[in-house]
């Protein structure tokens, strides 16, 4: 993240609440072009999963999350 923040696509400031916690914020400037690209996958999310039911649906999140789970070392 600090590349992103030098380069000016993030702002970073400390949380007056709690001070171990750095609040990381997408830059005025940068805001129109990242909001384009994540409506971009959003739409394309949106198509492929509309056509399932809502039990497809559900099983094709929580085997997303248990290969999340396995990726990460914790698979059950």
Known sequence: MS?????????RCKDDADCRRTIMSITEA???AVDAWLAHGCRTW?????????????MFVETLRAYE?????DAE
């Open 3 to 11: 590349n992103l923040s030098h380069k000016g696509v993030v702002d």
């Open 46 to 58: 949106r198509s492929a999963l509309e056509p399932l039911t809502s039990e497809q649906r559900r």
């Open 69 to 73: 789970r396995a990726v990460a070392g």
């Open 30 to 32: 940068n805001r129109e």
